[in-house]
């Protein structure tokens, strides 16, 4: 519920109705305090009252969303919290009889806690829920729409993909929140959907359903080998040549690959929190021969079944869980002796040898983020085997 309503708060003349009790609704506006956003967009709250939990909202959602149109709402999202979903309340029928009288179009994204239990949802449904938004639009042959990064973002490097496709002439449209509303009412025009972050690819594989975009997932890639087919892809469904121009950058993480399966084949690890892309990212480490123990997932995405598929064709079963307290797994870990942990650890076990936070690498893509990555965990392997604190309980890799 908090992400989807900072998510929405943050993209132009998209309104918002919250439907929940007033302990959701409360909250909600400690941080989304305003029922006005800075473009005329509308933020308001729907509180359900006693009757309304025994007997459903459907009247006082109806009335409430033609207020809303009346008031100026281009389009109106409702996050619905747990409560209607306990109830039964069937939002989509509600949409349904309600839109024809409208002007401003309206979506929704269930959001109930007992369904969803941590952060992911709250950005990958509700940005999936806007598919609802558009329309069909005749394909721009040169249009790509860049899926997971704002139109200005300082705090996450520009992949150096994307200024390389300017230059090849196409003409890019960023849609994420800091996006408009209107950048995502005309996104079917795309020619293809370039996918760069995890919230981003259920909305693709929706477009390419209903509308026909084809979309290339950008994020999940990180051996060499399958990043140099993406990319060829691209030269190829545009007809032009990359001429060599990321070449020092694929020899680079070329290296660091190579390198990576030298010291790093045979060791067993284990994923802790705050790691953008467990499963991806287990299956290249599974191709660098290393073994998964544990992954924690902050998520299962609908996509992850196919990583998951992967990683068992190699052999490997891990355990799967999710760590609502990493101090408290300290003895599963301890028990597992992995010679390396990835993430974050609390300060009881900073003894264990670790990958620290691995977020930094969001929205990052191709040759450039292997490099980087590969880099750090040499990094951190190389210290342990100079302080002799790796591979206590299953021996280390070959140096």
Known sequence: MRIASVNVEKIRHLSSLLVGMPECTTHSRLFNPKPEGRHGELHWLYVLDAQEVVFGCRAGLIDALKKMDKAGAKAILMIITCIPELIGEDIQAIVTEVQPELSARVTFVMLGQFKNISYPPGS?????????????????????????????????????????????GLTLRYLAPDAALEDFQSAPDAALNLVVSPFMQPLAAKMEREFGVPYTALHPLYDVESIDKAYTALAERFSFSWGGEFEQERQEALAWQKQAVERLKGLRYAFCPRIDLPLPLAVYLAGLGMEPLLLHLEEYYPEDKTYAGELSARGHNPWICRMVNVQADLPVLK??????CFGYLPEPAKTMPCVPDLFDFYGQIGYGRTSQLLKRILSVWNQINTSGQGGTAHGSAPI
Not at 141 to 158: D, F, K, Q
Not at 335 to 340: H, R, V, Y
């Open 335 to 340: 028990k597992l002796a992995p010679d390396l």
């Open 124 to 168: 990958w449904k509700t940005m999936e829920a806007l598919a609802a938004l558009m329309d069909g639009q005749k394909t721009v042959s040169n249009r790509v729409n860049i899926l997971g990064r704002a139109p200005e973002e300082e705090h996450i490097p520009l992949p150096s993909l994307l200024p390389a496709l300017t230059r090849r």
